[in-house]
């Protein structure tokens, strides 16, 4: 760890204020945070302390949706009844992730804005175009068995790791911010994390200074909520291949379905070929393959992540069945 | 005294007995108080100064400049050890030794090529990221598979099994078998991940050095430092009071202990050093992968005539020992024809070395696999086919078992475990999406004896003071120990002052390969024997007819206080154990039965256990609890082997990808839903004079063979590489529905 300067923000625009300083990070639970700036993947000159700001309730918005505050706890939004009872995806998708502890400490702004597990990007002795541009990307090569099969570039190959992300996804959250001037924005979910392409190191749209205040869910939509998160043991494990989804079907039609996935691509991921296959169609092995044909599409393994390919097909088997049974 | 003889009846064998009862243990306040101190937390002076290691970040070179100026630069820096100005050390191997920063050249990743000291610890850490160095890379073999063409023969070593052993004509015999089996199996690198990382705090007093270090056997570590530091052994002193798991990882001593020594000399000031949860995967020891070739030759009724294991693992070219994991294949079953080989091969990675059962836990995931894939061949019950092949003797040694009651522990564990209900063809029963399977697998491992001594005072007011350089790693030692001296003088548990982790105590075994209990608890009875012979000389009775109990001793109808009987100043007595010809006549082993049933996800093919019974004969148990709890351990382990644990080597760099817990993966409570250990009642005479046998590597001793059994009966995958992840059975699984 190296030596920063740390301030606790009293307000929302002090903090955005204090940020435009180049070398400054947010830090809200710090769990991510810490462990990168003690292996020095992170090192900021200045830590801006958002914990006491006015950002950790929940409300109801006035179109019949809920607006999440962005020191909002893990622990605190995956109980909230509102939450269980309307966006039952995005409860069981929070308690899938990390364990109980810091799920307390975890909050919802600093788990969209997690970095990659990617061992290769932990190790600063290796090469890592996400860490350090321009160094190349030893997971390529290397053990990739976590590592993404689709949304990849030849710079970078990691996966985002949030559970709670692929749930926002599948709900169309929105990222609300507030920029070091004072301006506030919306930034579709979908829009918010950014593909490697050439510059793996920029992981999302916000600028400088720009901070999470709230993440606003819209309305649910209709239909069964399933969150199936696939991993190597049963707890405390990110995932190889998750399923967010949302699907409306009766007497075997399916009438509309949201698919999100984790641990495939570089962001939450979700294909709306996929979904537009699905809606209408009859709730069959034919549908299900097809709306996989346009998930994967694309889809590329690079040696020891090949499994993931063949494990997402079978897993949207499954959890499609699940959702469209009668 | 040393183990020559059987042991007749002795005061354990007294009915009251407080040795065996499920006794708390007695450190457990002191541990969930956070009273007891570690290796790291003790003496907080002033003076205090804080080490960090800088690993050697290539496989295999040399180091060609290392640029100290701005980690010197940097505040609160006091000293920068490089193999420029560290003195020179005594050598051996990884067991004798561990000199440091000796050369310029790397051996392994992860060797430390440097250790920064500085006031504070965040300060030693941050300055120890700005030391450049700068490397020569040379190729180096790293990958065990790739490298099986360079595999030799260890040396016989004294005092240890040879690599190699054959009785009859396995060749002929296997090739003329009507029944072959031919599989070869892989294990994973593994890695101890025990709860507390190594640490040392090195104090110097003169020429005098005082190391508070995580090290299970102290007075080992005592001689290996002086041996490394070239100093007289009296004027090491090791102290570890309490220890945060070890599992083979604290043996020997590390780098941690070494590093704060020199630097704290070079000072003269206390240096204090933790190793980093992700350092500690490279810097220490860890279990090597092998590769395991199993062949079992029958008869048409499934009894072996040939059995052959041969096994590669790999260590440094420096190293000599190996992962031997034969050596149950050598006594478990019957068999006229048997061959087992072990082979090294040298490789550049950090060095390889004990892990909590080393041979048996890797080595009877390959025999009881294969015991399994036997059973299935000749359509046979998996326990039948090993009741078939129960021995009456030592097979290869061909001299008797000291107690042996493996089909006891098959047969009550499948009356408990409801081993009548598994359906014996596999993929046959679901629930729900899962498809679900039992396993069953023998487990089996050595039971050894170490010297060890003891002291005892019985003082006036009622105390009696044991001392040991024994060490308690969170096995439930202190609790033990405190139970047979309670036993042995008639006195309650609270009378007893146990003290442990110090090696200004006499000499003891240490903890490690089972050996532990059964060593330091057989000097610590010898002790009170003497001390119970002194008693009744001084209350002038029979020393063979006075009994102990409630603080007096009684003899002929007369009865005295013991506190009556020790003069001002207490009386003492010492105690030794050592091995002997027992261990030469009678073939030793621990031995017990596993049973998992698991589900396997049709879809996904996630593997979980569901519930998991081992069921044991290891001798006297000396605490229901603990001893339960060892074996709970152990069978966790099994499943960690089974499913989820290994180290992924990159052959690039030569170092383990996965080097943290959030990717290298134990069992967590999820994982681990119903599990039990019973403990069937045995007596083992020639065992030591407790009747005892180790018990603290049994439970991991073909835990995990009896997850892959079982998952084969879920859904018919056999997977021979080890650990079983959902991508290994993800090929066999049914098309969806």
């Not at chain 1, 579709?188 to 994390?193: G, Q, R, T």
């Not at chain 2, 083992?684 to 407790?690: A, F, G, I, Q």
């Amino acid at each position: 760890m190296k030596a920063f300067t740390y301030e606790r923000a009293e307000t929302i625009t002090r903090a955005a204020a204090a940020a435009v300083k180049p070398g400054t990070k947010f830090i809200a639970g710090g769990t991510n945070l810490l462990d990168l700036m003690k292996l020095q993947v992170e090192t900021p000159s200045q830590l801006v302390d958002i914990n006491r700001l006015p950002l950790d309730k929940i409300e109801d918005t006035s179109d019949g949706g809920l607006r999440i505050g962005a020191t909002v706890r893990n622990s605190d939004l995956a109980a909230d009844p509102r939450v269980r009872r309307r966006y039952g995806v995005l409860s069981r998708a929070l308690l899938s992730g990390a364990s109980a502890q810091l799920r307390n400490k975890a909050t919802t702004g600093g788990n969209l804005l997690q970095r990659t597990r990617c061992y290769y990007f932990y190790d600063v002795t290796k090469p890592c175009n996400k860490r350090e541009p321009g160094s190349g990307c030893a997971a390529l090569g290397g053990f990739n068995r976590i590592h993404a099969v689709l949304g990849t570039s030849e710079l970078c190959i990691a996966t985002h790791p949030s559970d709670m992300a692929v749930a926002m996804r599948a709900l169309d959250a929105n990222v609300e911010t507030l920029d070091a001037e004072g301006k506030a924005r919306s930034i579709p979910i979908a829009d918010f994390h950014r593909f490697p392409a050439r510059t793996p190191q920029i992981e999302t749209m916000l600028k400088p200074g720009e901070i999470v205040t709230a993440v606003t869910l819209p309305p649910p939509p209709p239909g069964t909520q399933i969150y199936r998160k696939v991993r190597d043991r049963a707890s405390y494990a990110f995932a190889l291949v998750s399923v967010a989804a949302i699907v409306d079907a009766a007497g075997g039609r399916i009438r509309s379905a949201r698919l999100a996935f984790g641990g495939l691509a570089s962001k939450p991921w979700r294909v709306a070929q996929a979904e537009e296959r699905l809606a209408g169609a009859s709730a069959d092995a034919e549908a299900f393959d097809g709306a996989a044909n346009a998930v994967l599409d694309g889809a590329r393994g690079y040696g020891h992540n090949d499994f993931k390919v063949p494990l997402a097909r079978r897993t949207l088997r499954a959890v499609l069945t699940e959702a469209t049974r009668a | 005294m040393d183990m020559n003889a059987p042991i007749g009846q002795n005061a354990l064998d007294d009915p009251k007995s407080i040795v065996g009862k499920p006794l708390d243990r007695i450190d457990g306040r002191l541990k969930v108080t956070g009273a007891a101190r570690y290796a790291y937390e003790f003496a907080q002076e002033t003076t205090t100064t804080y080490g960090y290691v800088v690993e050697a970040a290539i496989g295999k070179g040399r180091i060609r400049s290392i640029d100290t100026r701005a980690a010197e630069r940097s505040p609160g820096v006091v000293l920068i050890l490089t193999h420029r100005n560290t003195p020179g050390q005594g050598t051996g191997s990884h067991h004798e030794a561990h000199p440091v920063l000796t050369d310029a050249n790397v051996n392994y990743y992860g060797q430390p090529a440097a250790f920064v000291v500085a006031e504070t610890f965040e300060q030693a850490r941050a300055a120890a990221y700005l030391v450049r160095v700068d490397y020569e890379r040379v190729a180096g073999k790293y990958a065990l598979e790739s490298n099986l063409k360079y595999a030799g023969s260890p040396p016989a070593q004294e005092g240890q099994p040879h690599p190699d052993s054959a009785v009859g004509d396995f060749t002929g015999a296997f090739a003329s078998a009507p029944v072959q089996l031919d599989v070869t199996y892989t294990t994973p690198l593994q890695s101890h991940a025990m709860m507390e990382p190594h640490a040392s705090m090195a104090v110097w007093e003169g020429d005098k050095l005082t190391l508070h270090t995580a090290n299970q056997m102290l007075s080992q570590g005592q001689e290996a430092v002086a041996r490394t530091l070239k100093m007289p052994v009296e004027n090491v002193r090791l102290i570890s009071p309490f220890i945060g798991g070890g599992f083979g990882g604290k043996l020997w001593v590390n780098a941690d202990a070494i590093l704060a020594a020199i630097a704290a000399r070079q000072l003269n000031r206390p240096v204090k050093t933790a190793l980093t949860r992700q350092q500690i995967f490279h810097v220490t020891t860890h279990r090597s992968d092998t590769v395991q070739r199993i062949r079992l030759g029958t008869d048409r009724d499934g009894r072996i005539v040939a059995i052959g294991h041969d096994v590669f693992s790999g260590n440094l070219p420096s190293e000599q020992s190996f992962e031997t994991a034969a050596m149950q294949t050598r006594t478990l079953y019957v068999g006229a024809n048997r061959l087992t080989r072990h082979r090294l091969v040298p490789l550049d990675i950090p060095i390889a070395s004990s892990m909590r059962a080393p041979g048996e836990a890797v080595g009877m995931l390959a025999l009881e696999c294969a015991m399994d894939e036997l059973a299935a061949k000749l359509n046979l019950d998996p326990i039948d086919l090993r009741i078939r092949n129960e021995p009456t003797e030592d097979p290869e040694k061909h001299i008797p078992y000291s107690s042996r009651h493996l089909i006891a522990c098959l047969q009550e564990g499948a009356k408990r475990f409801g081993w009548d209900k598994r359906n014996p063809k596999p993929g046959q029963v679901a629930d729900g999406r899962w498809l679900v399977g039992m396993g069953v697998a023998a487990a089996s491992r050595g039971n050894p004896l170490r010297t060890s001594k003891a002291n005892v005072r019985l003082d006036p007011d009622g105390i009696l003071t044991a001392k040991m350089a024994m060490t308690d790693i969170g096995t439930g030692t202190y609790t033990i120990m405190t139970q047979i001296a309670a036993e042995m003088l008639g006195l309650p548990p609270d009378r007893i002052r146990m003290e442990l982790g110090d090696t200004r105590f006499p000499e003891a075994a240490g903890s490690g390969g089972s050996f532990g209990a059964a060593s330091a608890g057989s000097a610590l009875f010898d002790a009170c024997e003497t001390l119970r012979a002194k008693l009744a000389g001084a209350a002038g009775m029979d020393p063979k007819a006075a009994r102990f109990a409630d603080g007096n001793i009684e003899a002929g109808g007369r009865s005295k206080r013991l506190t009556d009987l020790v003069g001002n100043a207490g009386m003492e007595a010492d105690g030794e154990i050592g091995p002997g010809t027992t261990l030469k006549d009678f073939s030793q082993q621990s031995y017990g039965a596993h049973f998992a049933e698991v589900a396997v996800d049709m879809d996904t093919g996630e593997i979980r256990l569901r519930r998991m019974l081992g069921v044991f004969t290891a001798g006297r148990i000396l605490n229901e609890k603990t001893a339960r709890s060892q074996a709970i351990g152990g069978m966790v382990f099994g499943i960690g082997a089974a499913l989820e644990e290994g180290l992924n080597l990159d052959p690039r760099f030569g170092h383990f990808v996965n080097h943290d817990l959030a990717e290298y993966h134990v069992p967590v409570h999820a994982d681990v839903p119903v599990i039990d250990a019973v403990f069937l009642p045995e007596l083992d005479t020639k065992s030591n004079p407790l009747k005892s046998k180790g018990i603290g590597e049994l439970g991991i001793s073909g835990a995990g063979a009896a997850l892959a059994n079982a998952i084969y009966n879920a859904c018919g995958a056999r997977v021979r590489d080890y650990p079983i992840t959902l991508d290994k059975v993800l090929t066999v699984l049914p098309v969806q529905a």
